[in-house]
């Protein structure tokens, strides 16, 4: 189970963007596409028979997953992220903190 998922909202901790939050759009193993965190120009060709246009488009490349931490909104900022095995075996991520659960 990773400790953070697509959906969650996480915080900058290092990098160009730092400080910066944004959601989870792709997990990529150790890697994360976060939106509008990260966003790079990419010159393309155009596809006629994928009807694209060519030049310059900006979107999000990967960033490492050490680089981010997980948002807690009750405190307003980032925070790690332990596990609690409950009695039935289910695994429930919760913020190490405060102790409580990841709404996710």
């Known amino acids: 189970m990773n400790r953070i998922r697509k959906g969650d909202q996480v ?5 160009k963007d730092k400080g910066k939050k944004g959601e989870v ?3 990529l ?3 994360l596409v976060v939106s ?7 010159h393309t060709k155009p596809n006629p028979q994928a009807g694209q246009p060519g030049g310059v488009v900006e979107r999000e490349a990967p960033i490492h997953i050490s680089n981010v931490m997980l948002f807690n909104p009750a405190t307003g ?6 596990f609690k095995v409950l009695e039935d075996g289910r695994k429930l991520r919760v913020f190490r903190s405060s102790g409580e659960a990841v709404d996710a």
């Open 36 to 42: 509008n965190i990260n966003v790079v120009k990419r």
């Open 25 to 27: 759009v792709r997990v």
């Open 77 to 82: 900022k980032g925070e790690r992220v332990a």
């Open 11 to 15: 915080i900058v901790t290092t990098g």
């Open 29 to 31: 193993g150790e890697k």
